[in-house]
């Protein structure tokens, strides 16, 4: 069960975009936002409150590639995959945060929730490739080495 | 303040002329996207503290919001060479800024105006002092990127000052809207998106539709990786965008234009909304724009991360609120788009030419580019290039002119191997194109299309069927599920293509991947399943031999796809350490200490560990 806070939040969301079936995606996008997830009941309750059926909710939810109906770490690393990032070998990059964190194709976030590791098709940033992102901060022409840095520093940040 | 009449605009343009044009030494340290992660914001904060006491001087960031009365422009495009210091009005620019080198420039050029010559751009023994001097600028003809890093981009009357609004201007008091279709017509403007479709004739369809509840939209869903020309003007002229697309909205009858803006720009989204109240509050934007019968409303929309909502029909569908997904046509968009109502869908790019063209007119448009494609286009130029970044250049320059003259040639020592144009729906160009004039047409003859306008070069050490196989692992994972020749095929494809560089490939596999490619292009519903075999296509035909090396002689000349690499300890260098042996998880390796140690080909995973660990890099792969 969610506290009531959750729902107090949905509302005013819903109250900034109007309860209408077009705001459905925008409404998604800022309680995930907030939560750096989507919360399965909330989403039912927008559904109910801007006159959507509830499969109608979920099978927008599900379609984007933005929407985690898991919870997300602390710091959401993403590395870029895109054309450029990719053939300025992007992929050893994501290769060793993955094994610097214990994590693999299935696992993306890590047991205590501090870090959450994803795969982006383009971040725009294609002039300083490869880059990766951590909570939307760009990060320039990464190495394996230099990533692994980034990770131990903030995992350094956090326990202080 | 809030303008009645063109009287008040035209007054407004005066006044912010004056304003800009009051000169004193301003600092301008790059804030775009690239530039600040490169470390500029320390740059800003050091040169801000220098000048704090020296009311003469005004250092500016350009881009972030730092403090208030600091002006925020985009991004130069010389992303490699960041950070970036402009110091005006000597003109001088400077390349990779580094916090030290704050003091010096300081006491040497903003108080004495002398340059320090290590920190210009070099090359070939020469110095260039001016941005402008520099080959990378030199080889651009910067219209629609024109403002972009020059002005405010959060400020309006900065817009204004250099023109801004003139064309909307133009429309609303100099012409009918036939004249304003006509002209846009005439100037033969082609969609920058990917297609290429002459927006004229667009905006006419949807002028003629009975139903006058009518909609203007804006994609700048820039979702091939590879491409950042849409970003950069959201950030760095939004105004120009929203100029074009009220200029579009006047001419079409339309009350309310969207923009559609990816997820992965929070910046572009801010600055446009910014934007958007700006021209609100000038009533440039509104009820009765400058006092006419004009009526607009603008919507910011932002995607969630799917790349198929890039298609016109599933941009509409995803702005309504549903899957993004696309639909069959026709009816077309201008007839049934958004909320089914007759429609302009165009990108940002193509938006932000319109005010150009309607200011100088179609003649003047016309003698940019070549013939059947007027105008210029940007590029992202990008993969290994020495000068990585956002250019824009006449239709119809050679790949040679941009790889080799704007681009400043290869990076490494690794020779040309093609370049990759318009993103997962493009081909690829090789040597043989490089002269060959970039338009819409010509392109197209080389099963390549200009697309959206990235370019990703690719030298010797390119695998060009692993190429293949990332764009199609993208147009897979991108595949919105709804036609079956798209879900199937590319999948279908994938797997042949995953088989082929695992070096499992066999004989039947090129002839069953050349059907499939080419069943997918006929037969997918939309304009990104039927293009997304394009990379193989293009590939099969270019580069038909190393697809027969991965499969025939199971070789990888690029020496790039794993499971193809053979690692091999020369005997030369190796001290017989013993240190590849125990991190050898196969145990493959073997060897008396103190000699020279040997691989079992047979056993070897390929996993590389022992390249990885090796001390005296007695270790190479043999393609």
Known sequence: ?160 | MFLHNREELQALRQKAEAELHRQKIRVLICAGTGCIASGSKEIYEKMHNLAEINENVSVEFEGEVPHPEIKKSGCHGFCEMGPLMRIEPLGILYIKVKPEDCEEIYEKTVCQGQPIERLLYHKDGQIYQSEESIPFYAGQMRLVLKNCGHIDAENIEEYIAVGGYAGLEKVLFEMTKEEGLDMIEEANLRGRGGGGFPAGKKWKQVARQKETDRYVVCNGDEGDPGAFMDRSIMEGDPHKMLEGMLIASYLTGAQNAYIYVRAEYPLAVERLRIAIAQAEELGLIGDNVLGTDFCIHFHINRGAGAFVCGEGSALTASIEGNRGMPRVKPPRTVEHGLFNKPTVLNNVETYANVPMIVTNGAEWYKSIGTPGSPGTKAFALTGNVNNTGLIEVPMGTTLRTIIYDIGGGLKGDAGFKGVQIGGPSGGCLVEKHLDIPLDFDSVKKYDAIIGSGGLVVMDENTCMVEVARFFMSFTQRESCGKCVPCREGTKRMLEILEKIVAGKGEESDLAELSELAEMVRAMALCGLGKSAPLPVISTLKTFHEEYEEHIRDKKCRAKVCSALRKFIINPEFCIGCGKCARNCPAGAITGVKKQPHTINNDLCIKCGACKDNCSFDAIYIEA
Not at chain 1, 19 to 36: H, N
Not at chain 1, 65 to 92: L, M, Q, W
Request: charged share 25%; net charge negative.
């Open chain 1, 1 to 160: 069960m969610l506290d009531q806070s959750y729902y107090t939040k949905t509302d005013e969301i819903i109250e900034h975009y109007g309860p209408k079936a077009a705001s459905l995606i925008p409404i998604m996008q800022d309680i995930q936002a907030e939560y750096r997830y989507l919360p399965g009941e909330l989403l039912t309750y927008v559904a109910s409150k801007i006159g959507v059926t509830e499969a109608k909710a979920y099978s927008v939810a599900t379609f984007y590639e933005n929407f985690s109906f898991e919870p997300k770490g602390k710091y959401v690393i993403k590395v870029c995959d895109g054309t450029a990032c990719h053939v300025r070998k992007s992929v050893p990059v994501k290769e060793a945060l993955m094994k610097e964190l214990g994590l693999n194709a299935k696992k993306h976030t890590t047991d205590d929730m501090m870090f959450t590791i994803e795969t982006v098709s383009c971040l725009g940033a294609c002039g300083l490739a490869p880059v990766m992102t951590v909570n939307d901060e760009v990060h320039p022409k990464m190495t394996p080495d230099l990533a692994i840095e980034v990770i131990q520093n903030l995992k350094k940040g956090g326990a202080e």
